[in-house]
């Protein structure tokens, strides 16, 4: 057996010797003070959160473990399963448009991805996670059926989930777990562009004492892409099994499995005003053509997690994921546009590509007393091993007329191989600590650090040798100062530093110094109403040692880049009255680049408007005797925004010229809830806005106005 393979079986072991302590007797978690009196400690949970309407009062996102959000000294937005079922996004990542300093980002077009900007900086390629697992965002599809919040983390998060991502965010699904009492849904919708979804969510005890649950998760979706001559279809399952093993222990095991069908990743919109004059469904790729025909992704998930509390107030957590995802795709892509014969020159490119995690998490948790100060602790080990590979191979195809497109084209060599796949190993061994400590008169410090060791092997996929082999180690410090003078508000402060290695050498064979990144934040969260939590929050986040050209070697990087972001996020979530509920937020948000020598200083982020606003509104109609029926309206406002760096193109263009043009766009549903059935129509788009989505130096349109009429039954 390898060493890096041992290094996953140790935990293994531990899970199972667990077990035999399963039938203790729990006692009173106490904790011994500086004068000998016993302290008596609230035990640590972590089996949900108390949720009244929108309004969440807890999240794991933000601190290892499950605290309150007004324990956590950084902005946390957490958007719970009744929100995201009212704002009845077309795509999971259109929720960024109602979540302060959030954007969505585009990948290249890829209909199930998930990717954001946040607070600037884009998340695709390992700041997002499921479970507190991470995972790459960029090629890793997630329905909808089985979420029970995603929380977005804003801000550095290396401390909370190392190196490899996770610079200026993380976004985290939690999925739905398994309950004591029997429950069912099934659910099916029928909206615009022929789009077809059914799905089934269904839990409940499996025994009779209810310590065995199950939770079923399902969905088959259909087409509902507006792009012409477009289909798509996606199979969703998820059993998730909760076993209580002894009073004290309780194994989760979760499974996951979704099969796509896709259209490649669709081709992209190039930087020229030209494409703005388009119709949004305009097809730029091939799908009369075998080439251009799209293909398949295959997502594989499974999760354990070993749980058991000791007599003396100790919690053991132990959990285990994998994860695979593989993609096979063609698909015709734009290379570059003639505005004078307003043709498009393309390419077929064929992409087989894969990635893997294996992770293990071991924590030690508790709570203990020193004099007059309260320690609620968090100590951990990660281990962890990513690989991901690709190879692209290559074809000339005809070029298409932008305005007048005729399919299908042609394709007019052999495909090949324009440069060597690779295959990337990044294994990490992490040491973190985190503790909460209550000074009294209201006053909490935060304290975290965390150690990585992160080595990172590139390899040739022709001949398996290696190309690059370096090991980075970094500590990621995380201080909040958090002031309560009374239960409903909470000031903080934190300071916070997360880093990413970057990969390759310079001219002189030196290996890079990781990217790293800083920020300060002040905000405060407010409670007015025991289901309304309001909060702001002003921060300023600095990213350093950004690869860029070497200027006396162009074939060659130097890390001397800095970029900055700035802003004030404002936000509200919850119930204003009975019958009235809101989600609101502004942003504030001026990213830039402070230091480059390629890059001008002073050029805007790509992909982030300036100014950024929302309100969603759901109303139940009981005050005019309609006590089933609600209405929901929803705005969202982004201004300009830059379409790629630098912010002036090449050419005769300007940034005026390419600058992806503001939108406002209008959202409204109407719901009627039975006893036992439920029926939703919800609009999106309702003003056919043209909304275009940032990646890189591309674009893409987002759809026109569509409709979606859904009906579930409960029982």
Known sequence: MRARDRRLSLPVLMMLSLTAHAQETPAPAESDTADGQAVQLEPITVTGSREIGYAPDRAAAGAKGDLPLRDIPQSVTVLNEALIRDLAPRQ???????????????????????????????????????????????????????????EFLKGPASVLSGGNGALSGLVNIVSKRPLPEQHNRIEASVGSFDHLMTAIDSTGPLNADKSLRYRLTASADKDGNFVEQTRQQSLFVSPYLSWDIGANTQLDVELLNQDIERPGREPYFLRHPDFFKIPLETQLGDPGNPAGAGGELTRRLARAELTHRFGNGLQLRQALFLHNVRSDDTTVQPLSYNAETQELSRRVRAVDEYQRERSSQTELSGEFATGTFGHQWLAGLELSRQTTGYIFNVAPYSPINIFDPQYPGQQSGELTVPFPGVD???????????????????????????YDELETVTQERTDGSVASRQTDDQLSPRLGLIYQPSTPIAYYASWGHSFRPSSGRDANGSRFDPERGEQYEVGVKFEPLPALTLNAALFEYTRQNILTTDPDNPDFNIAVGEQRARGLELEAIGRLMRDWQI????????????????????????????????????????????ERWSVTAGVAYAGDRESGLPNDPAGDLTAADVRLPSYTRYDAGLIYRGAAFEARLNGRNLTDERIYDGYNSTFQARAPRSMELSVAVTF
């Open 92 to 150: 999971l990542d259109e929720l960024a448009d109602y979540v302060a300093g959030v954007d969505r980002e585009a990948v290249q077009g890829n209909p199930y991805a998930i990717s954001f900007f946040v607070r600037g900086f884009n998340t695709a390629g390992g700041a997002s996670s499921y479970n507190g697992f991470r995972e790459n965002g960029f090629n890793t599809p997630q329905a909808a059926i089985n979420i029970e919040r995603i």
């Open 424 to 450: 990337s190993e990044f294994n990490t061994q992490a040491l973190y600590l985190q503790d909460l400590i209550a000074m009294g008169g209201g006053v909490k410090l935060m304290l975290g650090l965390r």
């Open 583 to 626: 989600v609101a937020s502004y942003s504030w948000l001026d990213a830039e680049v402070t230091e480059d020598n390629r890059l001008p200083v002073g050029d805007r982020r790509q992909g982030v408007p300036r100014h950024s606003a929302s309100l969603f509104n759901r109303v139940d109609l009981t005050a005019l005797g309609l």
